[in-house]
């Protein structure tokens, strides 16, 4: 089957990219030289699109390429190009409020479905570094700082009510993208659907029992209403640590297709649920046991500390700037106002706060029951082992899920995390 495209698409191959970025004067004085000097390899390993990169005597850029199908699957799951469109506009939008956090963007052509843009180099994906049991000394400073800059100047606490309402109009149709995190975070994970995977049979029996859990999917769908409705600031969409590229200097989040108006907690909740993947995987990459006891503490102490610089970095923008219709700072000049506006504030980061532990519950169930995996546990051979660290991880992702609104404190993770590991 070859899937029908727009008038004026081809997918690129290496061979065939050079003459194309050729055609683009800014490209090709950045790259230097012409084609026949440039190496172009396709090094994409994420579930939907084509990643080049093209090394120039000059320099060096990465393009990616949406393809008309989900690659993880195939060409029968076909998906539309205009996720370059959202993902092109959301790296604009997070680069102005960002700009150290985002690779910078060169060309966009929306015909092709293509950006060429920065190549971070020698960044590598965090995720992979998590599995090898590097430190990046910046990394929560760096997330803390994307988080609080990105998700408070698209809400409603910095904007004018009219103007977050043509962005959200603008995002709004990046549908077929939600609707995949719709049906595979808060739906497939919770029935029998074609596509879901675990490892089995060792994980059978949980499979199941989830799938018959009554609380946990009522919590699933109401997240979910969450997710479809509560447009609270332009969120990346799918911030897992396979979204973060790092070294021990930089941080740099890519790949925002997911994009549009959408819960905070769902940002914030993928990169805590994906460090908690990370955090129980370990025992499956140490050569002994407890070789990684102190990543594994590093890696709670990055939870803290990216909510915790978060949360100072957002209440810092929001006492500094209130300028948004959201909450309008000129009706709290009474005496005793001072206060109720404080405790107001303290009521809003603790909901953020049960929302991005709730959610990243979710995204924490959905790499293990449903059909995307996470390198983290699938690169650990042994079946035995990756299914109890799944186990443990389980534990706490459920319990994240039902009782996160009740968590006072992030502080509290740590301890919840360790005793699932160990129990
Ligand atoms: C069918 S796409 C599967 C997953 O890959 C992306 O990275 C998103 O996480 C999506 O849910
Ligand atoms: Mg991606």
């Known amino acids: 089957m070859t ?19 050729a055609a683009i004067p800014t490209v090709a004085e950045r790259l230097g030289g012409g084609p026949p000097l440039w190496q172009v390899s396709e090094v994409g390993d994420g579930n939907l699109n084509l990643v080049f990169i093209v090394d120039g005597p000059a320099g060096s850029v990465v393009v990616k390429q949406a393809l008309p199908y989900v690659r993880l699957v195939g060409e029968s799951w076909p998906l539309p190009l205009e996720r370059a469109f959202f993902e092109h506009a959301a790296l604009v939008e997070h680069g102005r409020h960002a700009p150290e956090r985002l690779p910078k963007v060169y060309h966009f052509d929306q015909t092709k479905a293509l950006i060429v843009m920065e190549h971070l180099s020698p960044h590598i994906i965090l995720r992979k570094g998590l599995i090898a049991g590097t430190v990046y000394p910046h990394l929560a400073e760096h997330v803390a700082q994307l988080l609080a800059e990105t998700l408070f100047k698209t809400s409603d606490l910095h904007l004018a009510a009219a103007e977050k309402k043509q962005r959200m109009k603008f995002f709004c149709d990046n549908t077929e993208l939600c609707r995949i995190t719709e049906e595979l975070i808060f739906t497939d994970p919770y029935r029998e659907a074609e596509l879901n995977r675990h490892t089995s049979p060792q994980l ?98 990055q939870i803290e500390a990216i909510w915790e610089g978060f949360e100072a970095r957002f209440r810092g923008l929001w006492n500094e700037a209130p300028r948004g219709d959201g909450v309008v700072a000129g009706l709290f ?91």
Request: hydrophobic content about 45%; aromatic content about 10%.
């Open 3 to 21: 899937l029908e495209t727009p008038p004026g698409y081809e997918a690129f191959t290496p061979d065939t990219l050079g003459s194309y970025l």
């Open 333 to 423: 000049t009474a005496p005793t106002d001072g206060p109720a506006l404080a405790a107001f504030k303290d009521r809003y980061m603790h909901r953020l706060l049960g929302d991005s532990l709730r959610f990243g519950g979710m995204k924490m169930i959905r790499r293990i029951f449903g059909l995307a995996h996470v390198e983290d546990l699938e690169s650990i051979a042994d079946p035995e082992l990756r299914a109890a660290c799944e186990k443990r991880a389980l534990g706490l992702a459920r319990e994240l899920v039902l009782f996160g609104a009740q968590v006072t404190s992030v502080r509290d993770v740590a301890p919840a995390a360790r005793f699932h590991r160990l129990r």
């Open 204 to 301: 059978d029996a949980l499979a199941l029992q989830f799938r018959e859990d009554t609380p946990l999917k009522c919590a699933a769908q109401e997240l979910k209403l969450r997710f479809l409705g509560d447009a609270q600031a332009l969120i990346h969409g799918d911030l897992h640590t396979g979204s973060l590229m790092v070294t021990a200097n930089d941080t740099r989040a890519i790949d925002p297709e997911f994009a549009f108006y959408g819960p905070m907690g769902f940002d914030i909740g993928a990169v805590l649920g994906n460090l908690l993947l990370a955090y129980f995987s370990q025992d499956g990459h140490e050569a002994r046991a407890g070789e990684r006891d102190g990543y594994r503490q590093w890696i709670l102490e």
